[in-house]
T-cell receptor, first 113, second 111 residues
Framework: DAMVIQNPRYQVTQFGKPVTLSCSQTLNHNVMYWYQQKSSQAPKLLFHYYDKDFNNEADTPDNFQSRRPNTSFCFLDIRSPGLGDAAMYLC????????????FGSGTQLSVL | GESVGLHLPTLSVQEGDNSIINCAYSNSASDYFIWYKQESGKGPQFIIDIRSNMDKRQGQRVTVLLNKTVKHLSLQIAATQPGDSAVYFCAEMGWGNKLVFGAGTILRVKS
């Protein structure tokens, strides 16, 4: 059974048109992460939530925002997608984020036209 | 800054042979390491982890070795199968309990 679910699986958007990616989890984990993975590269952390506390990475562009309305759901908002934002976006969870494995969803592949 | 890197970007092995994937890390303060497997179009899948108070850990057909002296991590896969073909990432839990991924190694299994 899927524990970290990402929708949609594929997302196509236009240059500059806001887009939202969603993630839900059935694990009741405290921490939810968003990673960006470009082709043939390693996943790169954008930000994470510990419960309701938002933690942004220093090099994450302002164009990327996130919302976590409750424990189960987390959203990634890209306010004005550029061509360089085309990537796989991975959501992950962990129980409390301290020296333990992350559980990843299947990702959303974002294309920007 | 901290970084995790891999020595070999692509590894080709014959089905049935053992595979060894290597990883170097730079943050000597990291105390938790994970290997993930990622198949095309899918999210990373946990394989095995190891804490810094250990130098070896075994799972089903997989073994992770940690050498803290030289800051080196390796993943050994016994009797490699076609289904093992994927990209393998090592990752370390670094500063602020953030998981940092290495560059990845492509494993190709030849039948």
């Amino acid at each position: 059974d899927a524990m970290v679910i990402q929708n949609p699986r594929y997302q196509v958007t236009q240059f500059g048109k806001p887009v939202t990616l969603s993630c839900s989890q059935t694990l009741n984990h405290n921490v939810m992460y968003w990673y960006q993975q470009k082709s043939s590269q390693a996943p790169k952390l954008l930000f994470h939530y510990y419960d309701k506390d938002f933690n942004n990475e220093a090099d994450t562009p302002d164009n990327f925002q996130s919302r976590r309305p409750n424990t189960s759901f987390c959203f990634l908002d890209i306010r004005s997608p550029g061509l360089g934002d085309a990537a796989m976006y991975l959501c992950a969870t962990s129980l409390d984020g301290t020296n333990e494995k992350l559980f990843f969803g299947s990702g959303t592949q974002l294309s920007v036209l | 800054g901290e970084s995790v890197g891999l020595h070999l970007p692509t590894l080709s092995v014959q089905e049935g042979d053992n595979s060894i994937i290597n990883c170097a890390y730079s943050n000597s303060a990291s105390d938790y390491f994970i290997w993930y497997k990622q198949e095309s179009g899918k999210g990373p899948q946990f394989i095995i982890d190891i804490r810094s108070n250990m130098d070896k850990r075994q799972g089903q057909r997989v073994t992770v070795l940690l050498n803290k002296t030289v800051k080196h991590l390796s993943l050994q896969i016994a009797a490699t199968q076609p289904g093992d073909s994927a990209v393998y990432f090592c990752a370390e839990m670094g500063w602020g309990n953030k998981l940092v991924f290495g560059a990845g190694t492509i494993l190709r299994v030849k039948s």
